[in-house]
């Protein structure tokens, strides 16, 4: 989508390196994610962001942190990247829709390997 | 392309035919379901949803059935077409929740 946008697409680096991976949306949305997606297990909640000051961790928060600069920006930084943190990471924006459920909008995903 | 889903279930189907994916959920408070589509090398995609006060909902060439009893979600995709080759999440929400859930994903092929 791109009304998500996500930067870098792909990234290597080194065991101990600090990274930083960045999401903006035109949306306007209030709402924001980060996944980590693994082979065969899914997309997995890293963190997610109600508004600009509520943050929230999600179930693997381990090892990354978040800021939300902005309603259009929401970026993950992976502190001191280790090789399990190999994955596929999405960021996802999301609405209410008139059903009363939500939404999301995916990025097109960043793909790192942590050496 | 990416390497998603490498271990998953599979469904190989003709073009033409009518594919069926099927999702168990395990929470009894969701109340709202969601099937999202990925494309290699995309992020998942809305295809359509559906509430637990509802059984089964219609899309363009999209149904989704809900069978709570059993507690297990199905996506329906008439005359399935190359195009539909993607990786199939189904995803759950509670009432009031703000979190959702996404199973492990089913990666659905049409054979030409």
């Known amino acids: 989508d791109a009304d998500v946008t996500q930067t870098p697409r792909n990234r290597i680096t080194k065991t101990g390196k600090r990274i930083m991976l960045e999401c903006s949306q035109t949306k306007g949305h209030d709402r924001m994610y980060w996944y980590r997606q693994d082979p065969g297990l899914g997309l997995r909640l890293i963190y997610y962001s109600f508004d600009v000051k509520d943050i929230n961790k999600g179930e693997i928060s381990d090892g990354y942190s978040v800021s939300r600069q902005a309603q259009a920006k929401f970026s993950l930084s992976l502190e001191s990247a280790i090789p399990n943190q190999t994955a596929l990471y999405f960021c996802?924006?999301?609405?209410?829709?008139?059903?009363?459920?939500?939404?999301?909008?995916f990025g097109p995903g960043t793909r790192l390997l942590v050496l | 392309g990416e390497s998603v889903g490498l271990h998953l279930p599979t469904l190989s189907v003709q073009e033409g035919d009518n594919s069926i994916i099927n999702c168990a959920y395990s929470n009894s408070a969701s109340d709202y379901f969601i099937w999202y589509k990925q494309e290699s090398g995309k992020g998942p995609q809305f295809i359509i949803d559906?509430?637990?006060?509802?059984d089964k909902r219609q899309g363009q060439r999209v149904t989704v059935l809900l069978n709570k009893t059993v507690k297990h979600l199905s996506l329906q995709i008439a005359a399935t077409q190359p195009g539909d080759s993607a990786v199939y999440f189904c995803?759950?929400?509670?009432?009031?929740?703000?979190?959702?859930?996404f199973g492990a994903g089913t990666r659905l092929f049409v054979k030409a």
């Open positions: 559906i509430r637990s006060n509802m």
């Open positions: 996802a924006t999301s609405d209410i829709r008139t059903s009363g459920g939500e939404t999301q909008y």
């Open positions: 995803a759950e929400m509670e009432a009031g929740g703000f979190k959702t859930i």
